[in-house]
Every structure is written in structure tokens, then in C-alpha cells.
């Protein structure tokens, strides 16, 4: 059961344009929404991160959108360089503990 | 300051060996994690444990054991390789009431 759904699989995106990966979620109980990067042969390191009680975070190019009704948020990279070429995770915790649980990742490739 | 570190980074056995994946943090953190990697199904919780001597499952704990000891090791024991136990495993960290959670670099282990 997947209780995390994201898309797309893969992106290709041209240097400068805005790459879009989106997420669902179907428990309500989820609190904390990050998103992770992930470059081949490295962890996952955090992104950005994100609280159901805004709905929009910006840090530098990246932007989260969270619209709880629809219980979706999205992850927004504005001028998409070659160097953002990586695996996007989105994820969903509860408590304190954080345990975490992901979406099935996107790879996402800029070409210069 | 190392971080989360993970032993060995690739690992080749046979059906029915045993073995432990080593995870250790310098962080002092409480919260210590172990997920797995799978094409397509992104990182799926193993177990957790949220300070010394306590530890309790996660998404797909069958076919693993743990155990914490310290603060700073929490190692992963597979009694009997099965090859559907390969995967990219990968150790994570945190303090507690804190958001942001700490990959290791992963074990790349594969069960013939």
C-alpha cells in the first residue's frame, strides 16, 4: 500500500526552465511533508521541508506547494540547472520520531 | 565531525548467510533509522529506535533484526540472506522533535 504517490517517474527539462514533481498523500495524519535529493551513490540529503499550516515555503530556487484539502504538495525548481540533475524524493512523517514515509522518487535530468 | 556512517559500502553473499550492517553517528542524536532502497518503491522504513535499548519496527522489518546499544551504533543483522534482501540500505539520524534527518552514504548488498 502506497501511501505516498509521486510523479512524474522522470523529467527532462532545458537549463532555465521550472521542473515540477508532485505528490499525493492519503493519510491525514501525516504532519511533516520534506523532500529529498539524491545524487547516484550518495544518501538522500534534505531539501526543503514543509508544515501543513502554511501553504507555500521558498528557499532560494526551491519552492513547496501544500494544498491540504486535496492532500497534494508539489516541488517547484525555478531555473533548472545541470547541477539539479538528481533523484527528488517527496516524503510524509508523523510524531516525533519522524518516521518517514516516500514517494517513489523522480529522476530528474537539466540539459545545458 | 563524521556524520552517519555506514560498513561496509558493498556487500555480496549468499542465500542463507548472515550478516550486520554497521551504522554509527557522531551527533549525538536519538533517533536512529535503517530504510531500504528498491528501484521504483523508493525508501521503505526497516526499523527505528528512539534512544538506547529502544527499538521497534517499521514498514518491512521481516527478515532483519536490530539492536541499540549507545547512543551512537545501531547495527543491522540479517540472520539469513534471502535474495529478495537485495537493495541499497541505507542509515539515518536525527534528534528527537527535530525535522531534519541525516542519510549515511549506504550499503549496496547483494544476495546471490
Known amino acids: 500500500q502506497q501511501q505516498v504517490k509521486q510523479s512524474p517517474q522522470s523529467l527532462i527539462v532545458q537549463k532555465g526552465g521550472i521542473s515540477i514533481i508532485n505528490c499525493a498523500y492519503e493519510?491525514?495524519?501525516?504532519?511533516?511533508f520534506p523532500w529529498y535529493q539524491q545524487f547516484p551513490g550518495k544518501g538522500p540529503a534534505l531539501l526543503i521541508a514543509?508544515?501543513?499550516?502554511?501553504s507555500e515555503k521558498k528557499e532560494g530556487r526551491f519552492t513547496i506547494s501544500f494544498n491540504k484539502s486535496a492532500k497534494q504538495f508539489s516541488l517547484h525548481i525555478m531555473d533548472s540547472q545541470p547541477g539539479d540533475s538528481a533523484t527528488y524524493f517527496c516524503?510524509?512523517?508523523?510524531?516525533?520520531?519522524?518516521?518517514?514515509?516516500f514517494g517513489s522518487g523522480t529522476q530528474l535530468t537539466v540539459l545545458p | 565531525n563524521a556524520g552517519v556512517t555506514q560498513t561496509p559500502k558493498f556487500q555480496v553473499l549468499k542465500t542463507g548467510q548472515s550478516m550486520t550492517l554497521q551504522c554509527a553517528q557522531d551527533?549525538?542524536?536519538?533517533?536512529m533509522s535503517w530504510y531500504r532502497q528498491d528501484p521504483g518503491m523508493g525508501l521503505r522504513l526497516i526499523h527505528y529506535s528512539v534512544g538506547a535499548g529502544i527499538t521497534d519496527q517499521g514498514e518491512v522489518p521481516n527478515g532483519y533484526n536490530v539492536s541499540r546499544s549507545t547512543t551512537e551504533d545501531f547495527p543491522l543483522r540479517l540472520l539469513s540472506a534471502a535474495p529478495s534482501q537485495t537493495s541499497v540500505y541505507f542509515c539515518?539520524?536525527?534528534?528527537?522533535?527535530?525535522?531534519?534527518?541525516?542519510f549515511g552514504p549506504g550499503t549496496r548488498l547483494t544476495v546471490l
Open positions: 516524503a510524509a512523517g508523523t510524531g516525533s520520531a519522524r518516521q518517514l514515509t
Open positions: 551527533m549525538n542524536h536519538e533517533y
Open positions: 493519510n491525514t495524519a501525516f504532519d511533516y
Open positions: 539515518a539520524s536525527s534528534y528527537l522533535g527535530e525535522d531534519t534527518q541525516y
Open positions: 514543509i508544515r501543513p499550516d502554511v
